[in-house]
């Protein structure tokens, strides 16, 4: 008798999109709240992590720019 094999349930690609979306939001909010953190103390830190912030945010923009001209219309 042949072995039964299952067929794989189908996962939509939203549930894998909706974590990594997840993640960025929670990475930025993360990095924000510890520059308020380094302000309110008077940090020398605090120039880089607002360095870091507008580099994330600098390269997603650009990334998703050059994705869109580099992806045909679908």
Do not use: N, Q, W
Not at 7 to 22: D, E, H, K, Q, R
Request: proline share 5%; glycine share 6%.
């Amino acid at each position: 008798m042949a072995d039964f094999i299952p067929t794989p349930t189908y996962v939509p690609i939203s549930v894998y999109l909706g974590s990594l979306i997840a993640a960025d939001y929670s990475f930025l909010s993360r990095l924000v709240i510890t520059g308020i953190a380094l302000r309110s103390v008077k940090s020398s830190f605090h120039v880089l992590s607002v360095v870091a912030f507008y580099g994330f945010i600098t390269l997603g923009l650009s990334s998703s720019a050059l994705y869109k001209k580099l992806t045909p219309d679908l």
